[in-house]
Nanobody, 116 residues
Framework: QVQLVESGGGLVQAGGSLRLSCAAS????????MNWYRQAPGKQRELVAT???????NYADSVKGRFTISKDNAKNTVYLQMNSLKPEDTAVYYC??????????WGQGTQVTVSS
């Protein structure tokens, strides 16, 4: 059973920065891809960023140029550096890990609030 522990959320003013972390542990399988999703109140959960096992990255158009996803393979940790934050970035952010076993695991979510 994989456990994901997220950290780094909080309250920040518009234009500020935050870095989210998600550490995975507990699996004998390798990680295939890692994603960050977010869900704002009253809205569907949306994919924000993806990093594949080989390091390729993809971003939602709304965060391109402002957010950067990265990972530390030795620590099984994925990061989301969020710069130039906007009030519309306010949401609960979730990490998701895809294992080579085919299973998917979700983090518990961390609140990001951007004030105007």
């Amino acid at each position: 059973q994989v456990q994901l522990v997220e950290s780094g959320g909080g309250l920040v003013q518009a234009g500020g920065s935050l870095r989210l972390s998600c550490a995975a542990s507990g699996s004998r399988f390798s990680i295939n891809a890692m994603n960050w999703y977010r869900q704002a109140p009253g809205k569907q959960r949306e994919l924000v960023a993806t990093i594949a096992s080989g390091g390729n990255t993809n971003y939602a158009d709304s965060v391109k140029g402002r957010f950067t996803i990265s990972k530390d393979n030795a620590k099984n940790t994925v990061y989301l550096q969020m710069n130039s934050l906007k009030p519309e970035d306010t949401a609960v952010y979730y990490c998701r890990v895809s294992m080579t076993s085919g299973y998917l695991y979700w983090g518990q979510g961390t609140q990001v609030t951007v004030s105007s």
